[in-house]
């Protein structure tokens, strides 16, 4: 199985030992593998409709990075490792499973993921197991997720379906967010592995293509992110007033974002780009003030001087009138 994941080779089914179901869905169901693996297997409900080449994109994309980009990636998302084969058809993959800080404890003793929802609500008795954020870690968590889309649209992808509930987080020990569902992730312009998912309340209004994921309609759904979070807000979205929680933006910042929430409320195609969400929320206090260049010397009025006669007569200041 370790072999299967560092080269990203296919797995068959039959070789799987599988330890009980954890999780499921709309397309399919997570198994927790027996004998101590940390990774999960993703099996979809209707294998038929899966488009194996897609998903081994998805793969063979990992594969070709670095270490250290396979690092980032595997430290930041569920991403799909190897696919999962039954009689030659593909019936799902291997993931790692989410880091173990990014559950909480019920009052009933079970284990949950820590949705962005928890973000976006404030704290209820049901949820007092989730360690909320303070200010400036709630700060931080919207700069990875802008960070992890950002990197995510670098290498040519669409992430597609982005919601409350396939980004998890944690700010222990330290604010950090993770992707998961990331098999509904494609390369722009490419199949997806199955029909595009679309959740309630994060759809994209003014898409001409529908529930097909293109930039700008993930470029639209960070802003969905950025400003949920940012103002503990689950059903805020571009074209009605942006207010952050105290304390959490500075004046620069705060300016920064809220121009940007204005501009992701135009038309298909003009959203704010990653970076620029980026640049608005880093860390400066202050604006840089660009350097000015000196301003050009003043002339000097010469026919203070009277005429002075340059070689052959030629006149080089003009006589005073």
């Not at 030659?88 to 820590?114: D, H, N, V």
């Amino acid at each position: 199985m370790t072999a299967a994941v560092a080269d990203g080779r296919d797995v068959d089914r039959a070789d799987l030992a599988l330890d009980g179901i954890v999780g499921s869905g709309g397309q399919g169901r997570i198994h927790r593998l027996h004998g101590g693996f940390d990774l999960l297997y993703k099996e979809y409900l209707e294998p038929s409709r899966v488009q194996g080449a897609a998903l081994a994109d998805l793969v063979e994309l990992r594969r070709g990075l670095d270490e250290t980009g396979r690092g980032a990636l595997d430290a930041r998302s569920a991403w799909p490792l190897a696919r999962v084969l039954e009689g030659g058809r593909c019936t799902g993959f291997l993931m790692r499973a989410a880091p173990e800080t990014m559950r909480w404890q019920t009052g009933a003793g079970s284990r949950k993921l820590i949705e962005l929802q928890y973000l976006l609500h404030p704290e209820r008795p049901a949820t007092a197991g989730v360690v909320r954020p303070a200010p400036a870690q709630r700060l931080a968590l919207v700069r990875a997720i802008v960070d992890l889309l950002a990197g995510l649209h670098r290498h040519g992808l669409v992430v597609g379906d982005l919601s409350q509930a396939n980004i998890l987080w944690t700010v222990v020990p330290e604010p950090e967010v993770f992707l998961i569902d990331c098999d509904g992730i494609r390369r722009a312009g490419a199949r997806p592995v199955l029909e595009q998912a679309e959740t309630p309340d994060w759809d994209d209004p003014l898409s001409p293509f529908g529930s097909d994921a293109t930039v700008d309609s993930d470029r639209y759904k960070a802003a969905l992110a950025v400003g949920r979070v940012l103002a503990q807000n689950a059903y805020l979205a571009p074209g009605t007033p942006l207010v952050p929680l105290p304390g959490v933006l500075n004046d620069r910042q705060d300016a920064a974002v809220r121009r940007l929430w204005q501009q992701a409320a135009g038309p298909f195609g003009t959203r704010p780009e990653l970076r620029a969400w980026s640049a608005a929320l880093d860390e400066r206090g202050v604006i840089p003030v660009p350097r000015l260049r000196p301003a050009p010397p003043r002339p000097v009025d010469t026919s203070l001087f009277g005429n002075r006669r340059g070689p052959r007569g030629s006149i080089l200041t003009p006589p005073t009138p």
